[in-house]
């Protein structure tokens, strides 16, 4: 079992940046496949990025290649969400989720353990 809480969101400036938080207690990531997902008003829950903790093999959504990166931080047991060159379309409640999974896929619905969410807005 894990226990997943996000931090990090708030609000930021087109152009800006942004660090995304996700911590693990209860136990470690070890085994685990991490993702980010994203949900804005009337929108379905989006895939944004996963690793998997072991190796650390990385996918990203297309939406976001190249403006985030998803890491691993052995110290803190943490995954965190590094967001740069935010724009207005990123706007949406960032979520963590967890699978006990050497690999998960993208559908949200695989996944097992999830935060409570961190509001991202970004203003123009």
């Known amino acids: 079992q894990v226990q997943l809480v996000e931090s990090g969101g708030g609000l930021a400036q087109a152009g800006g940046s942004l660090t995304l938080s996700c911590a693990a207690s209860?136990?470690?990531?070890?085994?685990?496949?991490i993702g980010w997902f994203r949900q804005a008003p009337g929108k379905g829950r989006e895939f944004v990025a996963r690793?998997?903790?072991?190796?650390?093999?990385?996918t990203y959504a297309d939406s976001v290649k190249g403006r985030f990166t998803i890491s691993r931080d052995y110290t803190k047991n943490t995954v965190h969400l590094q967001m740069n060159n935010l724009g207005l379309a990123d706007t949406a409640a960032y979520y963590c989720?967890?699978?006990?999974?050497?690999?998960?896929?993208?559908?949200?619905?695989?996944?097992?353990?999830w935060g409570q969410g961190t509001q991202v807005t970004v203003s123009s």
């Open positions: 209860g136990r470690t990531f070890n085994g685990y496949t």
């Open positions: 690793i998997r903790w072991n190796n650390g093999i990385i």
């Open positions: 989720a967890a699978k006990w999974s050497p690999w998960a896929g993208t559908d949200p619905a695989v996944y097992e353990y």
